[in-house]
């Protein structure tokens, strides 16, 4: 029995990876990657390597196992088919007859237009006969923290996203679940809606940056329109400008608040307050 973790050079993967390691050896832990030469750090740590691809089925073929727990990390090719590179990796688990696939999921309270590929995918595994559990992930911190350059040099938190608030958390919050299903037991086709504890608005998030860096840091809302504009002017491909000014309209409607608890119970601790995102950040 292995636990075999897709997308394992990614932000996430890499971190499911280690927190993994704190609880299980790592030869019982396979990482599955595209590009071997990115994941020295992974084989480091001595755990197994699979080369696969999303969107070259074959590469799957022998890669799980009967009894397996698998985590499926959502792609992020947008423009390559998403359902279809997940279904190959449900189709290949449920040949394979592993013991559990775990899906990072969106919240079902999301509907902008980049929940749709999750619903879709949601719908293959349910449908697959695989023992499944669905990470319903809500927002990271990172998604902010991770950018933080152009508003510190403009001063200004720019989102399209009215007054709503947000249930973000880290990915190593996110991480921390997922590892608790991977290695627990009851997990078995059950959905869990993950946020953190504190929902926070855009206008706060302006107010704990100027406490931290000692700069005036405000909150300008704009419309869809406009925020699609910015993202595009800064380098974003149109469609996937779209799809982020339609996360931020899901924000101001209220969409992206998780109050179920899940996230940390499962983490087994309360999860990173924001701030705590931004000093790091800050910290470089």
Partial sequence: MSIVVTGATGHLGRLVVRQLLEKVPADQVTAVVRDRDRAAGLAALGVRLAVADYNAPETFDGLFAAGDRVLLISGNEFDKGRVQQHTVVIEAAGK???????????????????????????????????????????????????QLA????????????????????????YAAAAVAVLTGEGHENKAYELGGDEAWGFAEYAAELSRQTGKEIVYKPVSAEVYTGILAGAGLPAPLAEILAGVDASIAKGELVVSTGDLSRLAGRPTTPLAEAVAAALKG
Avoid: F, I, M
């Avoid at 697959?128 to 559990?133: E, I, L, N, T, W």
């Avoid at 403009?154 to 880290?170: F, L, M, N, T």
């Fill in 150 to 173: 152009p508003v510190l040099e403009h001063g200004a938190v720019v989102q399209a996203a009215g007054e709503g608030r947000v249930s973000s958390a880290s990915r190593a919050d």
């Fill in 96 to 146: 394979a007859g592993v013991a559990l696939l775990a899906y990072t999921s969106a919240p079902e309270s999301l509907k902008a237009a980049l929940a749709d590929d999750h619903r879709a995918t949601e719908e293959v595994l349910v449908g697959s006969g695989v023992p499944y559990a669905l990470l319903r992930n809500g927002w990271y911190h990172e998604n902010y923290t991770e």
